[in-house]
């Protein structure tokens, strides 16, 4: 097995072979004077042939880049005659336009796992926004709130989970049921012009309560910042964040402290990019090692 690191990715990726004890290949990066992204395998084998490789790469932050550096680096190892190829992207971009909310509009989602699958045999995700759009495409997704909800166990008491709409109620769900709590959502409104975020009311027993919001993406904070207000409305004590891809864009980061949660943990899908008292990173290393290692090492 080889891994074949994007520049996202690359501190992560010498981790997994360090873990899995496998090589990494060299890969030669630069970038044209008129923008365009170059990459070169270094030091492969003539004929990749039946070698199990796994390029790996997080398409966050400079989501369009990452994107055409990832489909370079898959069309380089497809050149080398790699055809038992894994491609490893902890964050997709465009995972959120999943449908066409408003009349014109592409799906994304569609577009971006199109060119991405072209040449892989399996890949893999942490956490995509809507699990359906996997669907009848060789790719596996990996919840990783069982393990943030874990960690936010230390910072509050018999709490519940809270997914702040209803398309996170299985992350939620999932993490609630692995730790034997609670859970519920609450029901979000997006003004799919504006972006702007409403918590319609809706009744949840948080009175007195600790509570832990297990979200998919934080990226401008409008979500949480909403969801927090509404459930302080309904009296609830303590909350805690449990998120997977802490994208905090613009001025989340301010949102997130008058919001004043307790704890905001996140994985780190896209490295650790915030330092903060107030942030806790959960590496999600293993679990994608222990991907690897089922689909390329033990088969
Ligand atoms: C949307 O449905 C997602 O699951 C997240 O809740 C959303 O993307 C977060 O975005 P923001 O932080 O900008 O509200």
């Given amino acids: 097995m080889l891994i074949v690191p994007g520049s996202n990715f690359t501190r992560q990726s010498m981790e997994l072979a360090k873990r899995l004890g496998v090589e990494v ?26 070698t199990c490789v796994a390029v790996a790469n997080t398409m966050y932050p400079s989501q369009d880049t990452a994107l055409v550096e990832t489909l370079l680096l898959l069309n380089a190892v497809h050149k080398a005659g790699g055809k038992d190829v894994v491609l490893v992207a902890p964050y997709l971009p465009y995972m959120r336009q999943d449908k066409v909310f408003l009349q014109g509009e592409p799906v994304s989602a569609e577009v971006v796992l199109e060119v991405l699958t072209r040449t892989i045999k399996r890949g893999l995700v942490v956490d995509v926004h809507n699990p359906g759009v996997l669907e009848s495409r060789p790719w596996t997704n990996i919840l990783v709130s069982d393990m943030l909800v874990a960690q936010a166990l230390k910072y509050v008491t018999d709490p519940i989970v809270m997914a702040p709409d209803k398309g996170a109620l299985e992350r939620a769900g999932f993490a609630a049921s692995k730790l034997n709590l609670e859970f519920d959502y609450l029901i979000k409104e997006r003004d799919r012009v504006t972006g702007e975020v409403t918590v319609k009311p809706k ?18 904070g409008g979500t949480l ?64 090692s222990g991907f690897l290692r089922e689909v390329c090492l033990e088969r």
């Fill in 25 to 50: 290949v060299e890969v030669e990066k630069k970038v044209f004077p008129d923008g365009e992204v170059y990459v070169r395998l270094k030091g492969l084998p003539s004929d990749l042939g039946s």
């Fill in 203 to 220: 009744s949840v027993s948080v009175a007195g309560r600790d509570v832990v919001i297990v979200d998919d993406i934080i990226s401008t």
């Fill in 225 to 288: 910042a909403e969801a927090a207000k509404f459930l302080r409305s309904q009296g609830a004590r303590r909350i805690v964040v449990a998120a997977t891809h802490g994208l905090l864009v613009g001025g989340a980061m301010r949102k997130m402290d008058e919001a004043g949660f307790s704890k905001i943990i996140l994985a780190d899908t896209l490295g650790v990019t915030h330092i903060s008292p107030s942030i806790l990173y959960v590496s999600v290393v293993e679990r994608i």
